[in-house]
């Protein structure tokens, strides 16, 4: 018995007393214990370097607060249709530039979406060209709405038939604007459509109103304005967003001023988002 406890040690022993040492051969036994190593793999790498070399890390920059359009119901889910806009690299230098000059005059200011904070983007161009400006942004072709479960099936199925047939063409944004939602409680800095594809994205509203009725949803706005918004505020400040983008114009009325042509795109296609899920309704065709 003695000769056993000498070996296992015994259950009774004092928790005052010192552990013996652990012999180098049990902590290279410990250590073969990690699969990677006893099969001759090398340790995996540091999490730093798991990250693209172009990784930008928003981690940091303070979000905002957004107020629900409608409240959450279960069994319910946002509907939202609307064509994909990407703004071209090319243009992206003078959008930051516009953005930093307005930023500092209009404290509060988000990102559309996402919702980080436009003033710590305005501290690093990188972030402010790639992460707010190298997104997609939406033009809506109808209201967001809460739709039942049942009616998700009948609406793509509609969409889809209805815009089938439909064309690529191009979209002109050449303005900016300021828009408030329907019950004033957020901003948005925008760029409206007032020319270049102003009369495709009209008649593609009203084929989305008609898809709507027939499902009992409320239809888009009587004379619709389509747009992109970048970013946004909580309450309705649109006097004094709008204070700051006449200043702009004032200030930059004898330069190549970005009011006059701001960026042009080809139109790629409609999407439908459901809940988190997307459906693409189309792709157009040259």
Not at 17 to 41: F, T
Not at 62 to 68: A, F, V
Not at 170 to 180: A, Q
Not at 233 to 246: F, M, R, T
Request: proline share 7%; aromatic share 10%; glycine share 4%.
């Amino acid at each position: 018995m003695e000769a056993l406890r000498a070996t296992y040690g015994s259950d009774s022993e004092s928790d005052d007393e010192p552990c013996p040492p652990k012999s180098s051969s049990y902590a290279d036994s410990r250590q073969v214990s990690n699969p990677r190593e006893s099969e001759g793999l090398p340790p995996p790498p540091p999490l730093d370097l798991l990250q693209p070399p172009n990784f930008l890390d928003v981690s940091s920059i303070t979000k905002g607060s957004r107020i629900r359009s409608f409240p959450h119901v279960e069994g319910n889910y946002a509907l939202h249709v609307y064509v994909p806009v990407s703004i071209p690299s090319t243009t992206r230098k003078q959008l930051a530039y516009f953005v930093k000059i307005i930023a500092p005059h209009v404290p509060g200011l988000y990102a559309v979406d996402i919702d980080y904070a436009l003033s710590e983007f305005c501290k690093d161009d990188q972030k402010l060209e790639q992460i707010l400006l190298g997104r997609e942004f939406h033009i809506n072709l109808g209201r967001t709405v809460p739709i039942q479960v049942h009616q998700i099936d009948s609406i793509v199925a509609m969409l889809r038939q209805n815009f089938k047939s439909q064309r690529r063409y191009w979209i002109e944004f050449n303005k900016w604007e300021v828009f408030v939602n329907d019950d004033r409680t957020r901003t948005f800095l925008s760029l409206e459509v007032k020319a270049g594809g102003l009369p495709e994205i009209t008649k593609q509203i009203h084929i989305v109103d008609d898809i709507y009725r027939l499902h009992g949803l409320p239809e888009f706005y009587k004379n619709p304005r389509p747009h992109i918004s970048l970013v946004w505020a909580l309450g309705d400040i649109s006097y004094k967003l709008k204070q700051a983008v006449e200043e702009f114009d004032r200030s930059h009325s004898n330069s190549n001023s970005l009011q006059k042509d701001i960026f042009m795109c080809k139109s790629g296609g409609i999407e439908c988002r459901i809940g988190k899920k997307t459906y693409n309704i189309c792709k157009f065709s040259d």
